[in-house]
């Protein structure tokens, strides 16, 4: 896994040799598994499965250096992200899924490599505000292990999606 995201990270790379644009690239997952005992609690935390993907994330992403990590302000995103954000030394950057990918968003990540731990409504969701086209669904409650992978150089912007188990 590992390799081809390497593999994908060299070719966006690449583009940008014969491109003037600054290159930026988000990451995008949506929270680990969470506890999910008490149906009352709306901010559970990682269950023991949710801190073992977690620590996954570390190794898949392992070969991507990170210049910010934006997560939502819940404990579970939190979590997710904490285990990326420790391995690069990084603080995680808050933002509000309710107005993602605003214009001081975008002006803060130009030219960056992002990572983005949301939710299973918002992390599609967010994928396609930066598209601009709906392109990705909501995430399965089940679904725990999406990827998606955008780059955006210029007015040119693609979008790569991986299952990761």
């Known amino acids: 896994m590992k390799k081809i995201i390497l593999i994908i990270a060299v070719l966006f790379s690449s583009i940008g040799v014969f491109s003037q644009e600054e290159i930026t690239t988000y990451y995008l997952i949506r929270h680990a598994e969470k506890v999910k005992t008490d149906t009352t609690d709306k901010n559970p935390t990682l269950n023991n499965e949710g801190i073992k993907r977690s620590e996954n994330w570390v190794k898949i992403l392992s070969d991507v250096s990170f210049d910010a990590i934006y997560s939502t302000d819940y404990k579970r995103t939190k979590q997710t ?85």
Do not use: W
């Open 81 to 165: 992200a904490k285990f990326v954000a420790d391995s690069q030394k990084l603080q995680i950057l808050g933002y509000d899924p309710r107005n993602m990918f605003d214009e001081a968003f975008q002006y803060n990540t130009k030219g960056k490599t992002i990572l983005i731990v949301g939710h299973s409504n918002t992390t599609p969701y967010f994928a396609n505000k930066i598209l601009g086209v709906e392109k990705y669904k909501q995430i399965e409650e089940t679904n725990n292990g999406n990827l998606y992978i955008v780059t955006v150089i210029g007015d040119i912007k693609t979008s790569t999606l991986l299952k990761i188990e």
